[in-house]
């Protein structure tokens, strides 16, 4: 273990352990016996709950190593993009989930099987799988990474492996039993966790910066000759490039198209709000787990904003030069906020620092094992299962689901494993790619879903076309790919945002040509 934790760091572990012991047996006293009961949890969660589970799906151990660095190197432009969440949560409020609930589906992936066909659905929850095991297991390895850092003062591989185990162990046990009434419980809980150690990190800051409000203030506005105000919230410079998607016209367009696809169309998240007792309870969660984000994605922020004084203003910190405040850890370049935690955060802290990393990284597996369950089990195994034992108890698909979240959990861990090794011995992008891989797939679901919604086309081939394309259209644009495949004078510079529209509007086309075999009674 690594020899900077001090007593109180052990307390802190301890204290958080038995948190996790006495949940975990407590969420399961109870264990879910029909597959209502496993995969929506009766339809009877609490809105607030819901809504605090959708936040805390919507954050990641990425989140909570990444944030800091955005406020860092940047300033408050990522919060204008809650702006597009908020529009996109209206339009899913409006126009999703009073589908979904109308239909009772248990995935959304079943309203395609009532508007197209058996094959769509299918299609459609193959590609989120796809997407997710690479999404979900690359948030897990730098979970992993994370940890392994801090607990074990290495990132050799027996170390990641093991920070892994122990990560995938916790996150199965609380899930696997209860189903998703024991995920959202353990969501609100880990949210408390990571929101808590994200406070005590701004108020560590702050009382190592020997200086007042004001000052750090007019630091931040004027962080250096030239160089433009940290605290700037909105940009409007039309800028098409990757260093322009926070810009407030990529705000309405790519960032209302991305929170659509990750709200109404991403099993992931979407989940939760069907376990509300009616569609407009589940609009409700949604739209107040926007307005909670806000703040919490504020606190990860100012982290950013507070090291950069820290590192970047040697006359306010009294030291006679500005530090990098970045490095290198064992041969890998880690982030502004992990050099922090590794060399300069206090006794205590270190161990909240810990275990929010650990709850961030809990949080998302329980939604990633949850979610990919209920696609495994009702959207693939199901119709199967049915076909051969039309008369098959209700039962029965609980155990399956079960079964379903064990492999998802050995795929989580397996990916996460493979992006270690790919990384270490490898020059290509894998974790790269695995982490926008979701924004991938995204392109060819919201193709697929703007023609089954709203102009009724699309037919099984066309589906599975639009998906294909979508994915493979947004891939290309990667500078990754371009570098491998085209000229030095044909390279571009786009942001994701750009890319996910242009690879929507051809899925859109794709499926558009394709005309449906069946319609829904209910539109």
Not at 46 to 68: E, H, K
Not at 470 to 478: D, E, I, K, S, Y
Request: aromatic letters at 12%; hydrophobic letters at 50%.
């Amino acid at each position: 273990m690594n020899a900077h934790y001090q007593p109180l760091d052990w307390l802190v572990f301890a204290a958080y352990a038995s948190l996790i012991g006495a949940t975990a047996w407590w969420f399961n006293r109870k264990k879910a016996t029909t597959s209502s009961e496993y995969f929506l949890g009766g339809n009877a969660m609490p809105t607030w709950m819901v809504a605090v589970s959708v936040l805390a799906t919507s954050q990641s151990a990425a989140t909570f190593i990444g944030g800091p660095d955005q406020g860092y190197q940047g300033d408050l432009s990522y919060l204008a993009t809650n702006i597009g969440a908020f529009i996109a949560a209206v339009i899913v409020a409006k126009v999703l989930i009073p589908r979904f609930y109308r239909y009772r589906v248990y995935t959304v992936y079943e309203l395609l099987e009532q508007q197209i066909g058996p094959k769509a659905k299918r299609s459609a929850g193959l590609m989120y799988l796809f997407g997710r095991v690479f999404a979900s297991g690359a948030r897990l390895y730098m979970a992993a990474i994370a940890v392994a850092m801090i607990l074990y003062g290495n990132i050799a591989a027996s170390s990641v492996i093991m920070a892994t185990l122990v990560l995938v162990l916790v996150s199965l046990l609380y899930t696997v039993f209860g189903g998703i009434r024991t995920v959202i419980y353990s969501d609100v809980i880990q949210c408390a966790v990571y929101t808590g150690a994200a406070l005590c990190v701004i108020v560590s800051l702050w009382l190592a910066i020997p200086a007042d409000f004001s000052t750090v203030i007019e630091a931040l506005q004027n962080p250096a000759p030239g160089q433009p105000s940290k605290l700037a919230l909105l940009k409007f410079e039309l800028d098409f490039s990757a260093s322009g998607v926070f810009n407030i016209w990529s705000v309405f367009t790519g960032f209302v198209l991305l929170n659509i696809a990750a709200f109404g169309l991403d099993q992931d998240m979407t989940q939760r709000v069907l376990t509300c007792k009616d569609a407009k309870s589940g609009s409700r969660a949604m739209l107040l787990s926007i307005a909670l984000v806000i703040p919490v994605m504020l606190l990860f922020i100012i982290i950013g904003l507070l090291l950069f004084v820290f590192y970047q203003r040697p006359d306010i910190m009294a030291q006679g030069v500005a530090s990098q405040g970045v490095g290198q850890f064992q041969g890998e370049k880690i982030t502004v906020f992990m050099h922090y935690v590794l060399n300069e955060i206090p006794a205590g802290v270190r161990g909240l620092v810990t275990i929010g990393i650990i709850a961030a990284a809990i949080s998302t597996l329980n939604s990633g094992l949850s979610s990919m369950a209920s696609v495994l089990v009702q959207d693939l195994y199901k119709p199967w299962r049915q076909k051969r034992k039309p008369d098959q108890h209700d039962s029965h698909y609980v155990v399956a689901g079960r079964w379903a979240m064990l492999v998802v959990s050995l795929a989580l861990g397996g990916m996460a494993v493979i992006c270690y090794f790919w990384q270490q011995y490898s020059q290509m992008p894998l974790l790269k790619f695995a982490l926008s891989v979701m924004v991938f797939s995204y392109s060819g679901l919201l193709g697929v879903y703007i023609n089954s919604v709203f102009f009724h086309r699309g037919s099984e081939s066309s589906v599975l076309a639009a998906l294909v394309i979508g994915f493979v259209a947004t891939l290309l644009m990667q500078p990754y790919v371009q570098a491998a495949l085209l000229p030095n004078a044909w390279h571009f510079n786009l942001g994701f945002t750009w890319q996910l529209c242009l690879g929507t509007l051809l899925a859109t086309l794709v499926c558009a040509l394709g005309r449906p075999n069946r319609r829904s009674s209910h539109d």
